[in-house]
């Protein structure tokens, strides 16, 4: 009985690292298919650098209160223009 129980063990043993070795090659491939997005990702973020600068410094620039009047009147502006084009729409029909 108790060599049964040993066995069987064993076997339970040898069952799991298989399985755990599998798990380990699943991982291992999406990682590496991780990294190719990744590359891929990367390479538009270098071609495109200059326009996140940009868009940084302008984002800076309107938060941090220099802008604010600016970034004021460009949404009332916005808003007009909204308002002023669905009432030239209403009076068309």
Known sequence: MF???LNEL???KR???LESGLH???VEA???ALWERLESVQS???TSRHWFH???AAADWLTAGRGRGLAHWISSGLA???WIRRRMGRSRD
């Open 3 to 5: 060599a049964k129980e």
């Open 30 to 32: 999406e990682c590496l």
């Open 10 to 12: 064993a076997e339970r």
């Open 54 to 56: 940009w868009g940084g």
């Open 24 to 26: 380990r090659s699943l």
């Open 80 to 82: 007009a223009w909204r």
């Open 44 to 46: 538009v973020f270098d």
């Open 15 to 17: 069952l799991i690292l």
